[in-house]
Structures are given as structure tokens and as C-alpha cells.
Nanobody, 124 residues
Framework: QVQLVESGGGLVQAGGSLRLSCAAS????????MGWFRQAPGKEREFVAA????????RYSDSVKGRFTISRDNAKNTVYLQMNSLKPEDTGIYYC?????????????????WGQGTQVTVSS
């Protein structure tokens, strides 16, 4: 497993932007498919985006496609989530997750490493 620490959350007005970062420890980061999930109060954790370990293929949920961009820098052991045109419904705790040499997957149980989460609040 890798240890993951998210940062970059905060309060932003609708239409604004934030960039989340997730720093990983360990020398095997490049072998991890990385995902971002979010959880709103009273709701289940939902998939947001993923980037694979092998070819850096990216996948997005329909609700964020075209607005969010996931990327990774293996030299810095970091994965990013650029969030543009934010909406109030994007509010929640955003979690970074890693799965060792896994295909991308929108199911939380497919990832074996998780960060502590960072709060994103979008005001209307």
C-alpha cells in the first residue's frame, strides 16, 4: 500500500475552480491506478475520476466530464484533480485512492489505499 495525503480543498463560489493534490509515499506510485472519489453528507461515496498506472488512461463520471481533469506526475508521486466550472452539487469530501496495478474502476472496494479526504464546498 501507499500512504496518501490530499490537499487543496476549500470554499469556492459556483463557477470557480480548485485544484486538488494527492501526495503518495513509497517508490511504487507509478504502479498504482489512482482515483478520486467524493462523498456528500448523507450520500454514498461516488466515483469522480481515475487515471491508470500503465498508460495513464483517464476516466470520468458523467457528472464531471468536461469540467474536471485528472493527471499524475510520477516523478513527484502526486495525482491531481483540476476542477473547473464548479457547481454546488460538487460539494463534498474528496478522497484520493490507489489500487496496485489495477484497471480503472469506479468501485471503491477496488482500491486498497485511501487518503483522509479534503473538504470542497461550492456556494451558490
Amino acid at each position: 500500500q501507499v500512504q496518501l495525503v490530499e490537499s487543496g480543498g476549500g470554499l469556492v463560489q459556483a463557477g470557480g475552480s480548485l485544484r486538488l493534490s494527492c501526495a503518495a509515499s513509497g517508490r511504487t506510485f507509478s504502479s498504482y491506478t489512482m482515483g478520486w472519489f467524493r462523498q456528500a453528507p448523507g450520500k454514498e461515496r461516488e466515483f469522480v475520476a481515475a487515471i491508470t498506472w500503465s498508460f495513464s488512461d483517464t476516466r470520468y463520471s458523467d457528472s464531471v466530464k468536461g469540467r474536471f481533469t485528472i493527471s499524475r506526475d510520477n516523478a513527484k508521486n502526486t495525482v491531481y484533480l483540476q476542477m473547473n466550472s464548479l457547481k454546488p452539487e460538487d460539494t463534498g469530501i474528496y478522497y484520493c485512492a490507489g489500487g496496485f496495478k489495477t484497471a480503472w474502476n469506479r468501485t471503491p472496494s477496488s482500491y486498497d489505499s485511501w487518503g483522509q479526504g479534503t473538504q470542497v464546498t461550492v456556494s451558490s
